[in-house]
C-alpha cells in the first residue's frame, strides 16, 4: 500500500480486469490487500483469512501498510509476525477511496459479516462514523407479533441507515480469556464469524488498527420458530478494552437499548468497579457478565442483570442470553438509526467532505420534488414520455413491419401515427426532474450526484414497492378480490422506480426531438446533450439500459447516438460483448456482479427488465494478451417471466434470447439446477431465427452454466445427460435447417459449443437460509474457475469494434421486428408440426372447394336453361352436408392419432372453427356468385324482351 494512505486505492482500478485472483492462503505481503479486495468483490467470505508470509524490517522501510501499523502502535521490529487478517481489512478500508470503500463495506455485509461503525483515525485518534459505506446496504426480513393468540408474520425490507432497530452493545474491561466476539457469534449466527475473533484461521496476539473500532451487525429473523429473535436487532462490538477507549464507549452507550459488560473480576478496588457502577446508576439496562464467577443470570435491579461466567460454555451463555435481551429490548423504548450518527457532536461523518454534501443536496433537491407523491403515480407525473406515449410508439412501429393490405396507404397510416406520438413526447410539459438531472450532473461532481441520486431514489422505490407488497400478501388470500390483485400487481410494477428511469426519460425527450428535428433557434436545447452524458457515465462503468424492459423495445435512435459519443471519446475501441441468458430468478446478475465487481441490480425491490450494458477495461498488465481493450457485458432479464402470458411469454422470450445471443461474441447460457429443458427450447427458437436472419451476419458462441449444483461429482455423473442435451440440439437444427434450406448439419454451426469445455457446475450461491446465511465460498470458486474460462476463449477472438457492434444492434434489431412468425413457438418441433398441419388443414379445404365447385358446375346450366330462378343458402348446405361431414371424420383423427397429438392440441380448437368458419364462407360466397349470376341472367332475358 505503498504511497496510498495520501493518493488512496481507488474503485475503477480494482474493477478493471487483471491477473486471476489467488485461490490459495499463502501469498506475499505486496498482494495481500489486492487478493482480498477481489476475492471479497466475488463475494469470497474466506478473503478475511488469507495468511501472509513472515515479513521482515529489511523489505518494509517502504511498506505503507508497515508503516500504517507502526504509526498505529509499538512494534516490536525484531520480532517477525503474521499480518492480522483485521489488520489488512481496515489497512484497506483506510487506503481506499470514498467509492471504494462504500464497495467494499457492502460486499462485507453481503458475506453476514460486521461492519465498522466508529473509527479511529489513524492520525489524529478523532472518531469517525463511515455513514457513507452503508448507503447501498438493504436488509429483509420478518418480524413476528403474537396478538390474541395469533401470529402476525409481516415482511419489511429497507436501506440499513432508514432501519429503526434496539441496538445491544458489547464492551469488555480489561483482559478477558473468553473471547467477546466468539459470545456475540453464538448470540446471531453461530455458524458462521460475523465478528472475527481469537481463534479464527490466521489470529495473532497482536492487531494494530482494530483497538478502539466499534463494528455493527445486524441480526435479521426469518420469521420461522427457531429465530433467535422476533425482530430486527442491531449487535455493536467495540473491540479492545473499552477503559482506553472511553469516547466510543460513552457514545454507544447513549445511543444502546442494552448494554452488555464483560469483566473479568467485579470488586470496589478495581478500576473496572467505576464504570460498572456508572452503567448501574444510569437508566439503560444492562446485562454485567463476570469471568471468575458461577452464578446464574439473577436480577440486580430493574432492567440490571448479573451473569456469572465461570465453567460455562458459550451456549449455555447465549441461550441464557438471549432470553434477557429480549425481554429488555422489547420493554426498552430506545431505538437506533444510523443516520442519527451525522448528529452527535462527538464524532465526525465521512459525509461532511464537502464534495459529497454537495452531491447529496443536488440529489435531495430531486427526490423532494416526489415528496408526499404516492410512489406507483412518481413515473406518470415526472417521467410521462416512456409511458403509454411509448408503448404506443413501439406498437404501432412493430406493425410497420408487418403491413396487410394496401402496403403503401397502411404505410403512410402509421408514419402519420408514429410522428403525432413523437409530437405528443415533445408536447409533454415541461420535466423539472430532468431539467434539474442534467443541471446537477454538470455541475457537481458526477461521481457523487449519481450515487447520491441512486441511494435516494431507491430509498423511496423500496418503502413504495414494500408497501404494495405488504398488501399483495394481504390480499392473496381472498379469492373475492382477483380485481384488486390486479391493480395492485400493475401498482407494484409502477412502485419500481430506479436511476435507469430517468436516463430512459432522457432517451425519448432526446428520441422525439430528434426525429421531429426540434431544433430551436439560437442556443442549442438541452435534449442534444443528452447522449454525452449518458455516454460519460458509461465509460466511468454505470450499466446503461439497451433495451427497455417495460416496452420490450430498443430505442435505436437513442442507443446509436449514446454510442457514438462513447467512439468520440474512446476512440472505437475493440470490445468483446459477454452476454447472459437465463430463466427468471437464475441468479444471472449475482453471477455478473461477482465475476466483474459490476452493480447490475438496478432497481431497488426488484429483478432486471430488458437488457443492461457495462464496459469493463481490461488493465494494463493483461492489456497486450487480447486484441480488445474492454469486456462489454450484457445483463438480461430472465425467461418465462410468470407476469407474462401465454403466447406473450413465448414471443417475448424468443426475441429477447435471439437478440442477446446474436449481439454477444459469447453468452452464459444460465441453468438454475441440473435440467436444462427450458433454455433448450429457447435455443431452438434462437437458431432457427439466425437461420431465417441470413442478411445479419453473425457469429455467436455459448457456454451452459449450471447454478445451485450441489453433487461435486456433478460434471462426471451428467456425461449422459450432457451428450442427450447434445443430441436433441443438433436434432433440432437438422430439422429447422430443413424448414429453412439451409446448409447446416449440427448446433455448434450455427452457435459455437464444446460439450467437453462449455458446460460448467456452480456451487448454490448461500451457505444456509438467508437472509443471515452468508455466500458459499464455492460459488465464488465457480465464478472465479469462469471467468478465467471466459478469458482463455476470449484471447482467441478479434473482438469488435464499438462502431460495429453499433451497426450489428441496428442491423439486428431491425431483423427481429422483420421475423414474427417463429418467435411465436416454444421450439423448432412445434413449428415443424405447425406447418405440417397447415399442409393438412390446406387439403381439408381443398376437398371442401372441390365439391363446392361441383355443386357450382351442376347448377350453372340449370340457371342458364332459366330452371333455377333463386339458391337457397339451406339447399347448399344440405348439398355439401356429406362432404362436410366427410371431413371432419380425418380432421379428428388426425388431432387425436397423430405421433405430435399432445403438441396439436393446442391448436385443436382454432384448427376446427377455422373449418367451419371456411365452410361457412364457402357457402355463402358461391351463393353471393350464384345470385349474381341469376340476376344477370334475369336482366339479359329481360333485355332480350323489350327488344322483341
Same mark, same amino acid.
Not at 446471531?188 to 488498527?209: E, V
Not at 452531491?359 to 407523491?373: D, P, Q, R
Not at 401498482?491 to 426519460?505: P, V
Given at each position: 500500500?505503498?504511497?496510498?494512505?495520501?493518493?488512496?486505492?481507488?474503485?475503477?482500478?480494482?474493477?478493471?480486469?487483471?491477473?486471476?485472483?489467488?485461490?490459495?492462503?499463502?501469498?506475499?505481503?505486496?498482494?495481500?490487500?489486492?487478493?482480498?479486495?477481489?476475492?471479497?468483490?466475488?463475494?469470497?467470505?474466506?478473503?478475511?483469512?488469507?495468511?501472509?508470509?513472515?515479513?521482515?524490517?529489511?523489505?518494509?522501510?517502504?511498506?505503507?501498510?508497515?508503516?500504517?501499523?507502526?504509526?498505529?502502535?509499538?512494534?516490536?521490529?525484531?520480532?517477525?509476525?503474521?499480518?492480522?487478517?483485521?489488520?489488512?481489512?481496515?489497512?484497506?478500508?483506510?487506503?481506499?477511496?470514498?467509492?471504494?470503500?462504500?464497495?467494499?463495506?457492502?460486499?462485507?455485509?453481503?458475506?453476514?459479516?460486521?461492519?465498522?461503525?466508529?473509527?479511529?483515525?489513524?492520525?489524529?485518534?478523532?472518531?469517525?462514523?463511515?455513514?457513507?459505506?452503508?448507503?447501498?446496504?438493504?436488509?429483509?426480513?420478518?418480524?413476528?407479533?403474537?396478538?390474541?393468540?395469533?401470529?402476525?408474520?409481516?415482511?419489511?425490507?429497507?436501506?440499513?441507515?432508514?432501519?429503526?432497530?434496539?441496538?445491544?452493545?458489547?464492551?469488555?474491561?480489561?483482559?478477558?480469556?473468553?473471547?467477546?466476539?466468539?459470545?456475540?457469534?453464538?448470540?446471531?449466527?453461530?455458524?458462521?464469524?460475523?465478528?472475527?475473533?481469537?481463534?479464527?484461521?490466521?489470529?495473532?496476539?497482536?492487531?494494530?488498527?482494530?483497538?478502539?473500532?466499534?463494528?455493527?451487525?445486524?441480526?435479521?429473523?426469518?420469521?420461522?420458530?427457531?429465530?433467535?429473535?422476533?425482530?430486527?436487532?442491531?449487535?455493536?462490538?467495540?473491540?479492545?478494552?473499552?477503559?482506553?477507549?472511553?469516547?466510543?464507549?460513552?457514545?454507544?452507550?447513549?445511543?444502546?437499548?442494552?448494554?452488555?459488560?464483560?469483566?473479568?473480576?467485579?470488586?470496589?478496588?478495581?478500576?473496572?468497579?467505576?464504570?460498572?457502577?456508572?452503567?448501574?446508576?444510569?437508566?439503560?439496562?444492562?446485562?454485567?457478565?463476570?469471568?471468575?464467577?458461577?452464578?446464574?443470570?439473577?436480577?440486580?435491579?430493574?432492567?440490571?442483570?448479573?451473569?456469572?461466567?465461570?465453567?460455562?460454555?458459550?451456549?449455555?451463555?447465549?441461550?441464557?442470553?438471549?432470553?434477557?435481551?429480549?425481554?429488555?429490548?422489547?420493554?426498552?423504548?430506545?431505538?437506533?438509526?444510523?443516520?442519527?450518527?451525522?448528529?452527535?457532536?462527538?464524532?465526525?461523518?465521512?459525509?461532511?467532505?464537502?464534495?459529497?454534501?454537495?452531491?447529496?443536496?443536488?440529489?435531495?433537491?430531486?427526490?423532494?420534488?416526489?415528496?408526499?407523491?404516492?410512489?406507483?403515480?412518481?413515473?406518470?407525473?415526472?417521467?410521462?414520455?416512456?409511458?403509454?406515449?411509448?408503448?404506443?410508439?413501439?406498437?404501432?412501429?412493430?406493425?410497420?413491419?408487418?403491413?396487410?393490405?394496401?402496403?403503401?396507404?397502411?404505410?403512410?397510416?402509421?408514419?402519420?401515427?408514429?410522428?403525432?406520438?413523437?409530437?405528443?413526447?415533445?408536447?409533454?410539459?415541461?420535466?423539472?426532474?430532468?431539467?434539474?438531472?442534467?443541471?446537477?450532473?454538470?455541475?457537481?461532481?458526477?461521481?457523487?450526484?449519481?450515487?447520491?441520486?441512486?441511494?435516494?431514489?431507491?430509498?423511496?422505490?423500496?418503502?413504495?414497492?414494500?408497501?404494495?407488497?405488504?398488501?399483495?400478501?394481504?390480499?392473496?388470500?381472498?379469492?373475492?378480490?382477483?380485481?384488486?390483485?390486479?391493480?395492485?400487481?400493475?401498482?407494484?410494477?409502477?412502485?419500481? /422506480? $430506479? #436511476?435507469?428511469?430517468?436516463?430512459?426519460?432522457?432517451?425519448?425527450?432526446?428520441? +422525439?426531438?430528434?426525429? &421531429?428535428? !426540434? *431544433? @430551436?433557434?439560437?442556443?442549442?436545447?438541452?435534449?442534444?446533450?443528452?447522449?454525452?452524458?449518458?455516454?460519460?457515465?458509461?465509460?466511468?462503468?454505470?450499466?446503461?439500459?439497451?433495451?427497455?424492459?417495460?416496452?420490450?423495445?430498443?430505442?435505436?435512435?437513442?442507443?446509436?447516438?449514446?454510442?457514438?459519443?462513447?467512439?468520440?471519446?474512446?476512440?472505437?475501441?475493440?470490445?468483446?460483448?459477454?452476454?447472459?441468458?437465463?430463466?427468471?430468478?437464475?441468479?444471472?446478475?449475482?453471477?455478473?456482479?461477482?465475476? /466483474? $465487481? #459490476?452493480?447490475?441490480?438496478?432497481?431497488?425491490?426488484?429483478?432486471?427488465?430488458? +437488457?443492461?450494458?457495462? &464496459?469493463? !477495461? *481490461? @488493465?494494463?498488465?493483461?492489456?497486450?494478451?487480447?486484441?480488445?481493450?474492454?469486456?462489454?457485458?450484457?445483463?438480461?432479464?430472465?425467461?418465462?417471466?410468470?407476469?407474462?402470458?401465454?403466447?406473450?411469454?413465448?414471443?417475448?422470450?424468443?426475441?429477447?434470447?435471439?437478440?442477446?445471443?446474436?449481439?454477444?461474441?459469447?453468452?452464459?447460457?444460465?441453468?438454475?439446477?441440473?435440467?436444462?429443458?427450458?433454455?433448450?427450447?429457447?435455443?431452438?427458437?434462437?437458431?432457427?431465427?439466425?437461420?431465417?436472419?441470413?442478411?445479419?451476419?453473425?457469429?455467436?458462441?455459448?457456454?451452459?452454466?449450471?447454478?445451485?449444483?450441489?453433487?461435486?461429482?456433478?460434471?462426471?455423473?451428467?456425461?449422459?445427460?450432457?451428450?442427450?442435451?447434445?443430441?436433441?440440439?443438433?436434432?433440432?437444427?437438422?430439422?429447422?435447417?430443413?424448414?429453412?434450406?439451409?446448409?447446416?448439419?449440427?448446433?455448434?454451426?450455427?452457435?459455437?459449443?464444446?460439450?467437453?469445455?462449455?458446460?460448467?457446475?456452480?456451487?448454490?450461491?448461500?451457505?444456509?437460509?438467508?437472509?443471515?446465511?452468508?455466500?458459499?465460498?464455492?460459488?465464488?470458486?465457480?465464478?472465479?474457475?469462469?471467468?478465467?474460462?471466459?478469458?482463455?476463449?476470449?484471447?482467441?477472438?478479434?473482438?469488435?469494434?464499438?462502431?460495429?457492434?453499433?451497426?450489428?444492434?441496428?442491423?439486428?434489431?431491425?431483423?427481429?421486428?422483420?421475423?414474427?412468425?417463429?418467435?411465436?413457438?416454444?421450439?423448432?418441433?412445434?413449428?415443424?408440426?405447425?406447418?405440417?398441419?397447415?399442409?393438412?388443414?390446406?387439403?381439408?379445404?381443398?376437398?371442401?372447394?372441390?365439391?363446392?365447385?361441383?355443386?357450382?358446375?351442376?347448377?350453372?346450366?340449370?340457371?342458364?336453361?332459366?330452371?333455377?330462378?333463386?339458391?337457397?343458402?339451406?339447399?347448399?348446405?344440405?348439398?355439401?352436408?356429406?362432404?362436410?361431414?366427410?371431413?371432419?371424420?380425418?380432421?379428428?383423427?388426425?388431432?387425436?392419432?397423430?405421433?405430435?397429438?399432445?403438441?396439436?392440441?393446442?391448436?385443436?380448437?382454432?384448427?376446427?372453427?377455422?373449418?367451419?368458419?371456411?365452410?361457412?364462407?364457402?357457402?355463402?360466397?358461391?351463393?353471393?356468385?350464384?345470385?349474381?349470376?341469376?340476376?344477370?341472367?334475369?336482366?339479359?332475358?329481360?333485355?332480350?324482351?323489350?327488344?322483341?
Amino acid at each position: 500500500l505503498q504511497d496510498k494512505c495520501d493518493q488512496k486505492l481507488f474503485l475503477t482500478n480494482l474493477l478493471k480486469i487483471g491477473l486471476p485472483v489467488k485461490q490459495c492462503d499463502i501469498t506475499s505481503e505486496k498482494d495481500l490487500v489486492r487478493v482480498f479486495l477481489q476475492r471479497l468483490m466475488m463475494l469470497d467470505y474466506k478473503a478475511r483469512y488469507i495468511l501472509v508470509q513472515q515479513y521482515s524490517p529489511d523489505d518494509t522501510e517502504e511498506n505503507e501498510m508497515y508503516q500504517l501499523m507502526k504509526n498505529s502502535a509499538n512494534i516490536d521490529e525484531s520480532d517477525p509476525s503474521h499480518v492480522h487478517p483485521m489488520d489488512v481489512q481496515m489497512a484497506a478500508f483506510h487506503c481506499s477511496d470514498s467509492f471504494l470503500k462504500q464497495k467494499m463495506i457492502t460486499k462485507l455485509a453481503e458475506c453476514q459479516y460486521a461492519l465498522p461503525l466508529l473509527v479511529p483515525d489513524i492520525n489524529t485518534d478523532k472518531i469517525e462514523c463511515p455513514l457513507w459505506t452503508f448507503r447501498q446496504i438493504t436488509k429483509t426480513w420478518k418480524t413476528t407479533e403474537i396478538k390474541e393468540n395469533a401470529k402476525t408474520v409481516t415482511m419489511k425490507s429497507m436501506p440499513i441507515y432508514k432501519a429503526q432497530t434496539p441496538m445491544v452493545s458489547f464492551f469488555r474491561l480489561g483482559s478477558m480469556s473468553l473471547s467477546k466476539s466468539q459470545l456475540m457469534n453464538v448470540l446471531i449466527n453461530n455458524r458462521h464469524d460475523t465478528f472475527f475473533h481469537r481463534n479464527c484461521p490466521g489470529s495473532t496476539k497482536s492487531r494494530h488498527l482494530m483497538d478502539g473500532v466499534a463494528e455493527i451487525a445486524w441480526y435479521c429473523p426469518a420469521g420461522k420458530e427457531n429465530d433467535f429473535f422476533t425482530d430486527c436487532i442491531a449487535f455493536c462490538n467495540l473491540h479492545g478494552d473499552s477503559l482506553e477507549n472511553g469516547k466510543q464507549r460513552e457514545i454507544l452507550t447513549e445511543m444502546s437499548s442494552v448494554i452488555v459488560v464483560l469483566v473479568p473480576t467485579l470488586n470496589n478496588k478495581d478500576e473496572n468497579w467505576k464504570v460498572v457502577l456508572e452503567l448501574m446508576k444510569s437508566r439503560k439496562p444492562l446485562i454485567c457478565l463476570i469471568a471468575d464467577d458461577n452464578c446464574g443470570a439473577k436480577v440486580i435491579k430493574h432492567g440490571k442483570y448479573q451473569m456469572g461466567l465461570n465453567g460455562k460454555n458459550y451456549a449455555d451463555i447465549s441461550y441464557q442470553l438471549k432470553e434477557i435481551i429480549q425481554e429488555l429490548v422489547s420493554g426498552s423504548d430506545t431505538s437506533f438509526q444510523l443516520e442519527s450518527m451525522a448528529k452527535v457532536s462527538e464524532i465526525g461523518v465521512d459525509e461532511d467532505e464537502e464534495v459529497c454534501k454537495k452531491g447529496k443536496n443536488a440529489s435531495m433537491e430531486i427526490v423532494e420534488l416526489f415528496k408526499e407523491k404516492d410512489v406507483s403515480e412518481i413515473k406518470d407525473k415526472f417521467l410521462p414520455c416512456q409511458g403509454q406515449l411509448w408503448h404506443d410508439w413501439c406498437k404501432i412501429k412493430r406493425e410497420t413491419y408487418h403491413l396487410k393490405g394496401q402496403i403503401e396507404k397502411e404505410n403512410l397510416v402509421k408514419t402519420k401515427q408514429l410522428k403525432e406520438v413523437r409530437q405528443k413526447q415533445c408536447g409533454a410539459e415541461t420535466n423539472r426532474v430532468i431539467d434539474l438531472f442534467t443541471k446537477f450532473i454538470l455541475a457537481c461532481s458526477t461521481s457523487y450526484f449519481i450515487k447520491w441520486t441512486q441511494i435516494l431514489i431507491d430509498a423511496v422505490s423500496t418503502k413504495g414497492v414494500s408497501l404494495v407488497l405488504q398488501n399483495y400478501n394481504k390480499t392473496w388470500s381472498d379469492i373475492d378480490k382477483q380485481t384488486e390483485l390486479e391493480l395492485l400487481s400493475k401498482k407494484l410494477q409502477s412502485a419500481t /422506480f $430506479g #436511476l435507469e428511469h430517468i436516463f430512459r426519460e432522457m432517451g425519448q425527450i432526446y428520441e +422525439a426531438h430528434k426525429t &421531429l428535428n !426540434k *431544433l @430551436s433557434q439560437g442556443q442549442k436545447p438541452d435534449w442534444t446533450k443528452y447522449p454525452e452524458l449518458a455516454a460519460d457515465l458509461m465509460i466511468s462503468g454505470h450499466p446503461i439500459e439497451l433495451m427497455d424492459g417495460d416496452a420490450g423495445h430498443v430505442p435505436l435512435i437513442w442507443i446509436s447516438s449514446l454510442l457514438q459519443k462513447v467512439i468520440n471519446k474512446l476512440g472505437d475501441p475493440k470490445v468483446f460483448v459477454l452476454s447472459v441468458l437465463g430463466v427468471q430468478s437464475s441468479g444471472k446478475s449475482t453471477m455478473l456482479n461477482a465475476m /466483474f $465487481g #459490476l452493480q447490475f441490480a438496478v432497481s431497488a425491490g426488484r429483478c432486471t427488465k430488458g +437488457a443492461y450494458m457495462q &464496459l469493463v !477495461k *481490461l @488493465s494494463e498488465e493483461i492489456k497486450d494478451n487480447y486484441k480488445f481493450d474492454y469486456i462489454l457485458v450484457v445483463d438480461t432479464e430472465g425467461l418465462r417471466a410468470l407476469e407474462l402470458e401465454g403466447n406473450a411469454t413465448l414471443h417475448h422470450d424468443n426475441e429477447l434470447a435471439t437478440f442477446v445471443v446474436g449481439l454477444g461474441n459469447m453468452t452464459l447460457i444460465n441453468i438454475f439446477g441440473e435440467n436444462p429443458a427450458d433454455m433448450q427450447d429457447v435455443l431452438q427458437i434462437v437458431v432457427q431465427a439466425f437461420m431465417r436472419m441470413k442478411k445479419v451476419k453473425l457469429s455467436p458462441s455459448c457456454v451452459f452454466v449450471h447454478q445451485n449444483v450441489t453433487d461435486i461429482a456433478a460434471a462426471e455423473k451428467n456425461m449422459d445427460g450432457k451428450r442427450r442435451l447434445q443430441e436433441k440440439l443438433d436434432k433440432m437444427t437438422q430439422l429447422a435447417a430443413k424448414e429453412e434450406v439451409c446448409d447446416v448439419e449440427c448446433f455448434s454451426d450455427v452457435i459455437a459449443f464444446d460439450l467437453q469445455t462449455d458446460v460448467k457446475y456452480f456451487a448454490q450461491l448461500w451457505e444456509g437460509s438467508p437472509p443471515m446465511a452468508p455466500p458459499n465460498p464455492g460459488y465464488s470458486e465457480s465464478v472465479q474457475e469462469l471467468k478465467s474460462i471466459i478469458l482463455s476463449k476470449a484471447k482467441q477472438s478479434t473482438g469488435i469494434t464499438l462502431s460495429h457492434f453499433n451497426n450489428k444492434i441496428q442491423d439486428l434489431w431491425n431483423a427481429l421486428m422483420n421475423e414474427h412468425f417463429v418467435f411465436s413457438f416454444k421450439n423448432t418441433q412445434e413449428i415443424a408440426v405447425y406447418r405440417k398441419l397447415e399442409v393438412q388443414y390446406g387439403n381439408w379445404t381443398w376437398v371442401l372447394r372441390s365439391e363446392m365447385l361441383n355443386i357450382e358446375n351442376q347448377l350453372y346450366p340449370r340457371i342458364e336453361k332459366g330452371q333455377l330462378d333463386k339458391v337457397e343458402l339451406s339447399y347448399l348446405n344440405k348439398e355439401m352436408s356429406k362432404k362436410y361431414k366427410e371431413i371432419t371424420k380425418p380432421i379428428v383423427d388426425y388431432f387425436e392419432d397423430d405421433k405430435d397429438k399432445e403438441m396439436l392440441v393446442q391448436w385443436r380448437g382454432r384448427f376446427e372453427n377455422k373449418i367451419k368458419e371456411f365452410h361457412e364462407e364457402l357457402v355463402r360466397g358461391v351463393k353471393r356468385k350464384l345470385d349474381e349470376v341469376i340476376q344477370q341472367n334475369n336482366a339479359r332475358k329481360m333485355l332480350d324482351k323489350k327488344k322483341t
